[in-house]
Each structure stands twice: as structure tokens, then as C-alpha cells.
């Protein structure tokens, strides 16, 4: 069984910094794209950054330049540095990765349980 799990959520102050971390464990054969998604309260889920097995990046809009999502495949380990953090990032901070559990299995989509992330003074 495959699990996603996130840490390094908390309360910062506006123009501060957090980095969030998300390891996958269990039955897995490879992992391929790995992202983060936030939920704000009231809002949709939308991709905040994502990151390929060959390390192309894509940003939301409202992030780039602030954010910068870094993978490490030995640990299965995907990570978000958010730099000058802004109120309107505040929101639960969900993981995803697409991880084949054995070689030629299919791709499916795999999720955490979320870390909060407020800032706020």
C-alpha cells in the first residue's frame, strides 16, 4: 500500500518562509510526477507546482518566482520552498504523485492528507 505523507505546515508571518516535504512509502516500483495542490476554505483545489521524473517544473501563476518545487528519488521525497509568503497562501497543502507500483503497471494518482499552511501576523 502506498502512502504520501506531508510535514512542515504551520503559521508564518506575511514575507516569511516554509518548506514543505511530502515521502512516499510502500509498494512502489517508480514514481514519475510529483506535485503540491492547496485548498483555501470556500475555494477549489488548485496545482500550486509540479515536478517530472526528468525534472521539468511547472508553476501556478500566483506562485512563480516565490515558490520552487526540488524532488529527491532515492528518498522518494518531493519538496516545496515557499519564500515571501503571502496571506492568499493560506490553505491546506495536499501532495500528489503518479507512481507505477510494479514495472509496466499502470500510472495512478496517489494523494496525502494534507499539511495547513497559514500566514498570517
Known amino acids: 500500500q502506498v502512502q504520501l505523507v506531508e510535514s512542515g505546515g504551520g503559521l508564518v508571518q506575511p514575507g516569511g518562509s516554509l518548506r514543505l516535504s511530502c515521502a512516499a512509502s510502500?509498494?512502489?516500483?517508480?514514481?514519475?510526477?510529483m506535485g503540491w495542490y492547496r485548498q483555501a476554505p470556500g475555494k477549489q483545489r488548485e496545482l500550486v507546482a509540479k515536478?517530472?521524473?526528468?525534472?521539468?517544473?511547472t508553476y501556478a501563476d500566483s506562485v512563480e518566482g516565490r515558490f520552487t518545487i526540488s524532488r529527491a528519488d532515492a528518498n522518494k521525497t518531493v519538496y516545496l520552498q515557499m519564500n515571501s509568503l503571502k496571506p492568499e497562501d493560506t490553505a491546506v497543502y495536499i501532495c500528489?504523485?503518479?507512481?507505477?507500483?510494479?514495472?509496466?503497471?499502470?500510472?495512478?494518482?496517489?494523494w496525502g492528507q494534507g499539511t495547513q499552511v497559514t500566514v498570517s501576523s
Open positions: 515536478i517530472t521524473s526528468g525534472s521539468s517544473t
Open positions: 500528489n504523485a503518479n507512481i507505477a507500483i510494479i514495472r509496466g503497471g499502470i500510472l495512478r494518482a496517489y
Open positions: 510502500g509498494s512502489i516500483f517508480s514514481i514519475y510526477t
